[in-house]
């Protein structure tokens, strides 16, 4: 480093990240971390910066995602921190560990000193500690490398999740004598099952007649799809998973259930089971079939997330990391000769598909089957809160290139954001981002972001003027919508000025578009218009 050019406190943020073995960062620049951005271009990370912080923060959410690891996620003081709300929202509901790192007013406004610096709030750490795990505040330069450090591992600790980091603006300015950083260790610690409780399973399991299986999210971010798997069949267990567990067992396996959480037929199938073992679910409005669910048999839950544990029912409650847990239980519990678990399930997805098949929901479902055909086997897909989304949780097989999406807080705009941050993670394999036209105003902003990088990322915009699921809901309940009517651009001509590539399509050609606009290098968009329905819910009537 050049003498003119000391060491500073934004050397120390991105040494520390580097030391703790970040590679890239997100985020979007501000007056306040002005320190920070400019030790970036001294460092080896790589910078992925978006146009809006909430969309910054979804791209760091997804690159936490598809890696396992800590996303570094860089932004500035009141507004700019602000604007990462929503998406850490969305961070903590599904997990996805975001070190979120802000600026903050110079020491001597911190405290509510009112010293009147832009951007200065109060308190601004106030308004996280609702939403991340932890928040730390940094007052000195030689605290940094800690904080973040003990951020990084909070932030991995099963549950795994969002944190938050405030440096104010002197201390990222100021010239430091702290010593470079080495690699530094923020290992988290193991959440292992009590060996009691883990043997009372045991016990329940064996003893069962019916046992079934409901998979979580938490199955997947431990990485336990083998150790579900294992169990599942040493068991004999019918295996349903949850939207946000797609991806846990596979899809076609003679034991799976897959994931019609909303059909009243999958509600009773869970109901009927003499013991449920339900691994990394917290049994939330989505996974209960908005709380229809009412267990008959046992509940045992294994959940990493102590507020979770038998939040919705009495469970034998298993406080511990789902891969460690499932593991424990694949090599205690007795083999089970093999019976009618696989008919059970079998017999289950045919009364679900009836269903569907009087609904006259063709076009639906061949539109959701040209998106599977020509989504190669194991890229991830990035989903925004729209109608072909609420039909992917349910009927899309991920195929092992996991399937993401926004339902663990509900928030619009995730989608195709999301999907830049899992490109910035392998740009060698094709991304796919759906959104409907709503949706996609909250991210045009990063079609901009997607040409200056050349990220790999398809996105599908279906175009039906509104806010489709809004509409379906209201209209449902109140007879008419409103408010859910939108005008909106030419979304083929509007990507083109950005450079971008775009073909408007129809059902019957969207598969050989979507084909080749994923094969294409860089990003791309396919725009449907097309009215798509919902099928209908049963937890508000019967089934049949």
Partial sequence: MSSAQPRNGGDLVVETLTAL??????????????????????????????????????????????????????????????????????????????????????????????????????????????????????????????????????????????????????????????????????????????????????????????????????????????????????????????????????????????????????????????????????LGELSSNYHTFQPRGRLVQIEADLGKLESNHPALGIHADARLA????????????????????????????????????????????????ALPDGAPSFWDMTILAYWAWSAFDPRGGAMHSAQGAGGLGYGFPAALGAAAADRARPVLAVSGDGGAMYSIAELATARQYGLPVTWLIVDDGGYGILREYMADAFGEATATELARPDFVALAESFGVPAVRTSADRLGDDLVAALAAPGPSVVVLPALLRMFAPTHLADPA
Avoid at 178 to 194: I, T, W
């Fill in 21 to 282: 073995g970040a590679t890239t960062v997100f985020g979007l620049p501000g007056q306040h971390a002005l320190g920070t951005f400019d030790a970036l271009r001294r460092s080896s990370l790589d910078y992925i910066g978006l146009r809006v912080e909430n969309n910054a923060g979804f791209a760091a959410d997804a690159f936490a995602r598809v890696t396992g690891g800590v996303a570094p996620l860089l932004v500035s003081t009141g507004p700019g921190a602000l604007m990462t709300l929503a998406a850490l929202q969305e961070s903590a509901a599904a997990s996805a560990p975001v070190l979120g790192i802000s600026s903050q007013v110079p020491t001597a406004g911190l405290g509510g000193g009112r010293k009147g610096y832009l951007h200065e709030l109060a308190d601004q750490k106030a308004s996280f500690r609702d939403v991340v795990k932890s928040v730390h505040t940094v007052r000195t330069a030689s605290q940094i490398p800690s904080a973040l450090a003990a951020a990084w591992a909070s932030a991995l600790e099963a549950p795994s999740g969002p944190v938050w980091v405030e440096i104010p603006q002197d201390v990222l300015l100021a010239p430091t004598s702290v010593p470079p950083v080495l690699p530094l260790g923020a290992e988290p610690r193991a959440l292992a099952p009590r060996p009691e409780l883990v043997a009372e399973a045991v016990r329940l399991l064996d003893g069962a007649e019916r046992p079934v299986i409901l998979a979580g999210g938490g199955v997947v971010r431990a990485g336990a799809q083998e150790e579900l798997r294992a169990l599942a069949e040493k068991l004999d267990a019918p295996v349903a998973t949850t939207f946000g567990g797609k991806g846990a067992f596979p899809w076609e396996h003679p034991l799976s259930l897959q994931s019609w959480l909303e059909d009243r037929h999958t509600t009773d199938f869970l109901e009927e089971a003499d013991v449920l073992l339900v691994v990394g679910s917290g």
């Fill in 326 to 373: 499932l593991g424990t239980l694949a090599e205690s519990v007795a083999q089970r000769p093999e019976g009618d678990a696989a008919k059970a399930a079998s017999g289950l997805l045919t009364r679900v598909r009836d269903r569907i098949a009087r609904q006259g929901l063709e076009v639906e479902q061949q539109v959701l089957a040209a998106v599977r055909d």
